[in-house]
């Protein structure tokens, strides 16, 4: 089973700073690597799927970028509605998810 | 507008059967895969499986193979997530969700359902 390291666990930033997310994948899933937000008491949400491909809706200051084990989620400017919790979720065998980054307020 | 609505909240006690659900609207069914993830009280997303509503084939997480069954019905695009004998261990909020977008086998999750909360309890 192919296991995803999401780090750091918690991040705490300020609105307006930006963040950086990784995941990083125990062995290769070439571009299938697909990142979730999840707010409290909602389901998740698709930001980005194959690597670096927006999902419908979502704004651009959301990124997604990196191949084989190493990924990144950047969103450039915090705004009030990303503090929330980040998955990312590989797709090259079966289906697993990391473990999450919460975005919280610094 | 594209929607996966699921059935209400469970409370259940241990051995007891259940069944929940999944509709489906606006989109052709057979089109997608539907997928079940399960997340545990305060903790992260597991993929559980997936069905293929054209002819019912299924795959199972390692996990939860042989634990719980996936099923459709194409009459009412509706798909299921099934126990026989449930666990205490079975708490969870249970969401099923399309996999609707992106390359490969397994598609990404773009619309999820609003989620079922399933508590096991003597």
């Known amino acids: 089973e192919i296991v995803l390291t999401q780090s750091p666990a918690t991040l705490a930033l300020s609105p307006g700073e930006r963040a950086t997310l990784s995941c990083r994948a125990s062995?290769?899933?070439?571009?299938?690597l697909t990142w979730y937000q999840q707010k409290p008491g909602q389901a998740p949400r698709l930001l980005i799927y194959?690597?670096?491909n927006r999902a419908t809706g979502i704004p651009a200051r959301f990124s997604g970028s990196g191949s084989g084990t190493d990924f990144t989620l950047t969103i450039s400017s915090l705004q009030p509605e990303d503090f929330a919790v980040y998955y990312c979720?590989?797709?090259?065998?079966?289906?697993?998810f990391g473990g999450g980054t919460k975005v919280e307020v610094k | 507008e594209v929607q996966l609505v699921q059935s209400g909240v469970e409370v259940k006690k241990p051995g007891e059967s259940l069944r929940i659900s999944c509709k489906t609207s606006?989109?052709?069914?057979?089109?997608?895969?539907i997928s079940w993830v399960r997340q545990m009280p305060g903790k992260g997303l597991e993929w559980m499986g997936r069905?293929?509503?054209?002819?019912?084939?299924?795959n199972y997480g390692p996990s939860f193979q042989g634990l719980v069954t996936i099923s459709v019905d194409k009459s009412t695009s509706t798909a299921f997530l099934q126990w026989s004998s449930l666990k205490a261990s079975d708490t969870a909020m249970y969401y099923c969700?399309?996999?609707?977008?992106?390359?490969?086998?397994?598609?990404?999750?773009?619309?999820w359902g609003q989620g079922t909360v399933v508590t096991v309890s003597s």
């Open positions: 069905i293929d509503p054209t002819d019912s084939y299924t």
């Open positions: 969700a399309r996999g609707g977008v992106g390359g490969g086998t397994y598609r990404a999750f773009d619309i």
């Open positions: 606006g989109y052709y069914f057979a089109k997608y895969w």
């Open positions: 062995q290769s899933v070439g571009i299938y």
């Open positions: 979720q590989q797709r090259s065998e079966w289906l697993t």
């Open positions: 194959d690597a670096s």
